[in-house]
C-alpha cells in the first residue's frame, strides 16, 4: 500500500438517525446519508435529536465528515415539466439542508431524457439547473448504471454534461461522483474510467464503491459486498486507488459487513 493510498477515506452510507453513531460503530471518518425520503417530494427531513445544528456540531467534534444523497427521483434533465420543475425545487432545498448540516457535498443522479428526446436537451437542462440553484454545498453528479435515455451512464453523455456546464456560473460548485457497480454495469471499462473521466471532468470528488451483482454492460443496479460480486478485485482497488478521493461503500449489509468489506478494499490498496 502506498501512503497515498493509505490516506484515502473510507467510509460507508448509513442510516439518517444517528449518522455519528454510525460512523463510529464502523470506524470510519465519513458517511453518507439520505435526508428525508429517497423517493419522495416531500423535502429533506433532519431526523437528528438536535436539528441541523445539533447533527453539525456532533459531526464536527468527532471528526465525521458528512455527505448528503439527493433523493433519487431528482431529474433536471428532463424534458416533462411535471418532473423538471419539482426536481429543481427539491434539488435546492437539499443543497439548503446539506450546508446546515456542514456536508462536504451533495450527491445527485445525472438523471434522464424521454426516448425520443435529443440527449442535448438534456445536457441544457443540466446547465439551467445549475444556474437556477444556489450551490451552497458541492453538487457531485454520479453516473449511473442503466438506461439508453441516462445522461451518466456513458462517457460520451457525461461529456455533453460537461460541455453544458462548462462556463456556467457556478459550475465551479459542481463535481463529480463515481459509482464503481454504476461504471461497471453501465458497460465502461473499470481498466481505465478513472483517466476517462478525469479527462472530461477534470476532478473526482467522490467514490461510490461498490461490487456488482450483474454482469458487465447489464446495465441492473444492484450493489455487492466487495468479492461476491462480478466486478474483479484488483480492478475495483484499482478505481479507488487511481480516484484518490474519499469512499463511500454503499454495499449490503449491517456494520459488521462495512467493517469487512472496508478492510477488505483496504487490504488492496
Not at 18 to 28: H, L, Q
Not at 118 to 144: H, M, Q, Y
Not at 179 to 196: I, P, Q
Request: charged share 20%.
Amino acid at each position: 500500500m502506498s501512503p497515498q493510498s493509505q490516506q484515502i477515506a473510507i467510509g460507508a452510507h448509513v442510516d439518517q438517525a444517528d449518522p455519528v453513531g454510525e460512523a463510529r460503530e464502523r470506524g470510519v471518518p465519513l458517511v453518507q446519508m439520505f435526508l428525508g425520503d429517497p423517493q419522495g417530494y416531500r423535502g429533506p427531513e433532519i431526523q437528528h435529536p438536535g436539528g441541523a445544528a445539533g447533527l453539525r456540531e456532533e459531526a464536527a467534534e468527532a471528526g465525521v465528515d458528512l455527505y448528503v444523497h439527493a433523493p433519487y427521483i431528482v431529474n433536471v434533465a428532463t424534458t416533462n415539466n411535471r418532473i423538471r420543475i419539482p426536481s429543481r425545487k427539491l434539488l435546492q432545498q437539499h443543497v439548503d439542508a446539506a450546508a446546515e448540516i456542514g456536508a462536504k457535498g451533495l450527491i445527485v443522479h445525472g438523471g434522464h431524457v424521454n426516448k425520443a428526446d435529443d440527449p442535448s436537451i438534456g445536457f441544457d437542462n443540466w446547465r439551467k439547473a445549475v444556474e437556477a440553484t444556489d450551490l451552497k454545498v458541492p453538487l457531485l453528479i454520479e453516473n449511473t448504471a442503466g438506461g439508453d435515455n441516462a445522461m451518466t451512464r456513458y462517457l460520451e453523455r457525461i461529456a455533453g454534461v460537461w460541455a453544458a456546464i462548462e462556463g456556467t456560473e457556478g459550475a465551479d460548485m459542481v463535481g463529480f461522483c463515481l459509482d464503481t457497480c454504476h461504471a461497471h454495469a453501465g458497460g465502461n471499462d473499470l481498466g481505465t474510467v478513472v483517466a476517462d473521466v478525469l479527462a472530461i471532468t477534470g476532478r473526482i470528488d467522490l467514490v461510490h464503491a461498490n461490487d456488482s451483482r450483474d454482469e458487465f454492460g447489464s446495465g441492473a443496479d444492484r450493489h455487492a459486498n466487495f468479492g461476491a460480486g462480478r466486478i474483479d478485485p484488483d480492478l475495483l482497488a484499482a478505481v479507488v486507488r487511481d480516484a484518490a478521493a474519499p469512499v463511500v461503500m454503499e454495499t449490503p449489509g449491517p456494520a459488521e459487513a462495512h467493517v469487512a468489506d472496508a478492510a477488505w478494499l483496504r487490504d488492496r490498496l
